[in-house]
């Protein structure tokens, strides 16, 4: 037993000090770590790493829950598995008498150039050359780099991200390695937001505790609003009476109300009905979408399988799936126009008041949501990548907040936004603001208001064209790991892909539509059935096609032509723009009856009331989710579809609670304290779909947005 103890101090201060390995161990690809830090000038942390040694030289339990919980080597590296997490959770839950730390290591291979001469951008390596080959780092960026791992470290808190990497690289640079001898040199590299203690998000502070209160606050107000609500309609059953004022006032949060109208559907224009259905699809598409990206951003397992996918045509529908944002932008710009010039007809409208109304009806919802992120989303869970993956935005949120509020976030501190996928918002209230002066030149000198909107959309398509070209940047966006891992700081996402300048074919192409849509309101007019299948048949050529397209723009074969990416990033949302209004037309007024059947379904009314809301709390289940990945994980597309099907029911549920607690009872409460004169909304015959809310939601009408 003796004997025993004595090999085993001998083997970890081998490990440690001596820096010599079994021949396995010297096989692999990269060193494994030390057991702790044996040389560092932070005497705390010194003396701490050798308790740590100490102790598990006399099989002490915690000393072995710390080296159980690292990481003893890395494993698929050549399938482009870069993460090798250790135990995350045994490592912060150690009973050791300091507190322990996690980190992650970033090793990495300085890999010479093979001296093989293969194409470096083919996918397929020779079985019986180098391992060289596979191990350094091509300039295809859809390929994982394999000359680097994240390794899982358990050491005592103590020891500062400077200590562990001074350490280590010195331990690098005395290791014991065969690799060495093909002149590989291994650098490593720490970062804040790879290390996490046990204690950091145990901390509640004053704004955690204040969204709890509210939380409380607003869900009390809904049981107690519900009751009242109750209590007067049983006796109004027995004794019918007119809603005061007040009492409008007190049953604004009733969920049973506001329940009741989520399947309400006021439009007597039939030919609106398929936006229902299309809305909502969309918003389908993009969730799934959304969770395939934050996969990938986390530990994948297979990473190969994924660098084939960037190759494939069928892949497109994911990775060119910011076209479905798109389609939100054509809805927005179709109803903005089809409402407002209703509107119109009857009444003058007052623009600052129907802006007011927008923002007051948007934002309530928006910043509760703002607040969750900035607040509680950060003790939802807890994971290696928690604060690289879900740590940004609760700390950008916090920061940032007041920018989302006001809009203009897609702007301003772009690479510290709150919330990435909020860029949305401040573009589509950007064009709603144009929107309502070209509405109203519209329906003043309809000529020259269309003329206007025309050389909008020609603007609108040479800004991206002219940027592409001026930057030498893609066609497109590319969803590569590069991207996925850090949206907020990648050059196109700043450059094009957020910006309102940038994306706005898509909403006045849409504007363009509800023109259509308003000229048609009252005609009855319908496409004969060769025109309905030849206007379809077209619509889906552009959109299969601008779809598809981006197989092309990811062939990394296809050489750069700086003329054809800008004339792409200029036409491919026209392009997809068109194909969309050519598929409403023709639901609309085609005769394509199963079309139409499909997105007029009755179930689709009140899930395009909660959109929004679904729109705003989705990413926070996907970011937790990859966050909390404790190892890599498969991925296909069947695990894709799956979560994202779970995202959706996740999503909804919010988004329901949302809508019962915020969004439908702040509605009520603005609607009676701006306009107190009407006791009801004034129903329009053509058709109450909204254009206050968001791209994404509807719940009222223009009409009640402004002083009439």
């Given at each position: 037993?003796?004997?025993?103890?004595?090999?085993?101090?001998l083997?970890?201060?081998?490990?440690?000090?001596?820096?010599?390995?079994?021949?396995?161990?010297?096989l692999?690809?990269?060193?494994?770590?030390?057991?702790?830090?044996?040389k560092?000038?932070?005497?705390?942390?010194?003396?701490?790493?050798?308790?740590?040694?100490?102790?598990l030289?006399?099989?002490?339990?915690?000393?072995?829950e710390?080296?159980?919980?690292?990481?003893?080597?890395?494993?698929?590296v050549?399938?482009?598995s870069?993460?090798h997490?250790?135990?995350?959770e045994?490592c912060?839950?150690?009973?050791?008498?300091?507190?322990?730390?996690?980190?992650?290591?970033?090793?990495t291979?300085?890999?010479?150039?093979?001296?093989?001469?293969?194409?470096?951008?083919?996918?397929?390596?020779?079985?019986?050359a180098?391992?060289?080959n596979r191990?350094?780092?091509?300039?295809d960026?859809s390929?994982?780099?394999?000359?680097?791992v994240?390794?899982?470290?358990?050491?005592?808190s103590?020891?500062?991200?400077?200590?562990?990497?001074?350490?280590?690289?010195?331990?690098?640079?005395?290791?014991?390695?065969?690799?060495k001898?093909?002149n590989v040199?291994?650098?490593?590299k720490?970062?804040?937001?790879?290390c996490?203690?046990n204690?950091?998000?145990?901390?509640?502070?004053?704004?955690?505790?204040?969204?709890?209160?509210?939380?409380?606050?607003?869900?009390?107000?809904?049981?107690?609003?519900?009751?009242?609500?109750?209590?007067?309609?049983?006796a109004?059953?027995?004794?019918?009476?007119?809603?005061?004022?007040?009492s409008?006032l007190?049953t604004?949060?009733?969920a049973?109300?506001?329940?009741?109208?989520?399947?309400?559907?006021?439009?007597?224009?039939?030919?609106?009905?398929?936006?229902y259905?299309?809305?909502?699809?969309?918003?389908?598409?993009?969730?799934?979408?959304?969770r395939?990206?934050?996969?990938?951003?986390s530990?994948v397992?297979?990473?190969?399988?994924?660098e084939e996918?960037?190759?494939?045509?069928?892949a497109?529908?994911?990775?060119h799936?910011?076209?479905?944002v798109?389609?939100?932008?054509i809805?927005?710009?179709?109803?903005v126009?089809?409402?407002?010039?209703?509107?119109?007809?009857?009444?003058?409208?007052?623009?600052?008041?129907?802006?007011?109304m927008?923002?007051?009806?948007?934002?309530?919802?928006?910043?509760f949501?703002?607040?969750?992120?900035?607040?509680?989303?950060?003790?939802?869970g807890?994971?290696p990548?928690?604060?690289?993956?879900?740590?940004?935005?609760?700390?950008?949120?916090?920061?940032?907040?007041?920018?989302?509020?006001?809009?203009?976030?897609?702007?301003?501190n772009v690479?510290?936004?709150?919330?990435?996928?909020?860029?949305?918002?401040?573009?589509?209230?950007?064009?709603?603001i144009?929107?309502?002066?070209?509405v109203?030149?519209?329906?003043?000198?309809e000529?020259?208001g269309?003329?206007g909107?025309?050389?909008?959309?020609?603007?609108?398509?040479?800004?991206?064209?002219?940027?592409?070209?001026?930057?030498?940047?893609?066609?497109?966006?590319?969803?590569?790991?590069?991207?996925?891992?850090?949206?907020?700081?990648?050059?196109?996402?700043?450059?094009?892909?957020?910006?309102?300048?940038?994306?706005?074919?898509?909403?006045?192409?849409?504007?363009?539509?509800?023109?259509?849509y308003?000229?048609?309101?009252?005609t009855n007019?319908?496409?004969?059935?060769?025109k309905?299948?030849?206007?379809?048949?077209?619509?889906?050529?552009?959109?299969?096609?601008?779809?598809?397209?981006?197989?092309?723009?990811?062939?990394?074969?296809?050489?750069?032509?700086?003329?054809?990416?800008?004339?792409?990033?200029?036409?491919?949302?026209?392009s997809?723009?068109?194909?969309?209004?050519?598929?409403?037309?023709?639901?609309?007024?085609?005769h394509?009856?199963?079309?139409?059947?499909?997105?007029?379904?009755?179930?689709?009314?009140?899930?395009?009331?909660?959109?929004?809301?679904?729109?705003?709390?989705?990413?926070?289940?996907q970011?937790?989710?990859?966050?909390?990945?404790?190892?890599?994980?498969?991925?296909?597309?069947?695990?894709?579809?799956?979560?994202?099907?779970?995202?959706?029911v996740?999503?909804?549920?919010?988004?329901?609670?949302?809508?019962?607690?915020?969004?439908?009872?702040?509605?009520?409460?603005?609607?009676?304290?701006m306009?107190?004169?009407?006791n009801?909304?004034v129903?329009?015959?053509?058709?109450r779909?909204?254009?206050?809310?968001?791209?994404?939601?509807?719940?009222?009408?223009?009409q009640?947005?402004?002083?009439?």
């Open positions: 037993m003796i004997g025993l103890k004595i090999g085993f101090a083997l970890v201060l081998c490990s440690n000090f001596a820096f010599s390995y079994s021949e396995n161990e010297a692999q690809i990269f060193p494994p770590l030390p057991v702790s830090v044996a560092s000038s932070n005497p705390v942390c010194k003396e701490h790493s050798d308790l740590y040694v100490d102790n030289n006399n099989f002490t339990l915690w000393a072995h710390m080296w159980d919980a690292t990481s003893k080597s890395s494993s698929g050549l399938r482009g870069v993460f997490m250790g135990h995350f045994q912060l839950s150690a009973r050791a008498p300091f507190p322990t730390q996690y980190c992650l290591a970033t090793l291979a300085d890999v010479p150039h093979p001296k093989d001469d293969r194409d470096p951008l083919s996918l397929y390596f020779d079985p019986f180098s391992v060289m191990l350094y780092k091509y300039e960026k390929q994982q780099s394999r000359n680097m994240n390794v899982g470290w358990c050491i005592p103590s020891c500062s991200v400077l200590d562990l990497e001074e350490y280590l690289n010195s331990y690098l640079s005395e290791v014991d390695n065969s690799f001898k093909q040199s291994y650098k490593a720490f970062s804040e937001v790879f996490q203690t204690a950091e998000n145990d901390y509640f502070d004053v704004a955690d505790i204040c969204f709890c209160f509210l939380a409380i606050l607003l869900i009390a107000c809904v049981i107690l609003a519900t009751a009242y609500d109750y209590t007067k309609t049983e109004s059953e027995e004794k019918p009476f007119k809603k005061s004022r007040s409008k007190l604004a949060f009733s049973r109300a506001n329940f009741l109208e989520l399947s309400k559907s006021d439009d007597s224009n039939p030919a609106l009905a398929i936006l259905g299309m809305r909502t699809i969309c918003i389908f598409a993009i969730i799934i979408d959304h395939f990206g934050t996969f990938i951003s530990a397992l297979n990473f190969n399988y994924l996918q960037y190759r494939s045509a069928i497109c529908v994911l990775f799936g910011d076209l479905f798109d389609s939100f932008f809805l927005s710009g179709l109803l126009v089809y409402s407002l010039l209703n509107q119109m007809e009857r009444h003058r409208m007052n623009p600052a008041f129907v802006i007011l927008r923002y007051v009806r948007l934002t309530p919802v928006y910043a949501v703002i607040f969750y992120y900035a607040t509680i989303f950060n003790h939802s807890a994971g990548l928690w604060k690289l993956v879900a740590g940004g935005d609760w700390r950008d949120c916090r920061e940032n907040w007041w920018a989302n509020l006001l809009y203009i976030n897609n702007y301003y690479d510290h936004t709150c919330m990435t996928h909020s860029w949305y918002l401040p573009c589509d209230f950007h064009y709603f144009i929107a309502i002066f070209l109203a030149l519209i329906k003043k000198r000529k020259i269309l003329a909107l025309l050389v909008l959309t020609i603007v609108s398509l040479a800004i991206p064209f002219a940027i592409t070209m001026i930057y030498q940047r893609p066609g497109l966006m590319h969803f590569y790991p590069e991207f996925l891992t850090g949206p907020k700081v990648y050059i196109d996402f700043q450059l094009t892909y957020n910006k309102t300048h940038t994306r706005a074919t898509p909403y006045f192409i849409g504007m363009f539509i509800g023109y259509l308003y000229q048609l309101k009252e007019k319908h496409v004969c059935r060769v309905s299948f030849l206007i379809i048949a077209v619509s889906f050529v552009l959109m299969l096609g601008t779809l598809f397209s981006a197989r092309v723009f990811y062939d990394p074969y296809h050489q750069y032509n700086a003329l054809e990416s800008a004339s792409y990033a200029s036409l491919h949302r026209l997809w723009a068109v194909g969309t209004g050519g598929l409403l037309y023709t639901a609309s007024f085609g394509f009856g199963f079309l139409k059947v499909v997105l007029s379904w009755s179930p689709w009314i009140p899930l395009s009331k909660l959109v929004y809301g679904a729109y705003l709390c989705h990413m926070s289940f970011l937790r989710g990859a966050a909390k990945f404790m190892s890599p994980r498969q991925i296909t597309y069947f695990d894709v579809i799956s979560l994202g099907l779970s995202d959706i996740l999503a909804f549920t919010t988004a329901l609670a949302l809508y019962l607690m915020i969004e439908a009872p702040f509605r009520k409460l603005f609607r009676e304290i306009m107190p004169s009407r009801s909304p129903k329009v015959p053509t058709g779909l909204s254009v206050d809310e968001n791209m994404i939601n509807h719940n009222n009408n223009v009640e947005d402004s002083r009439l």
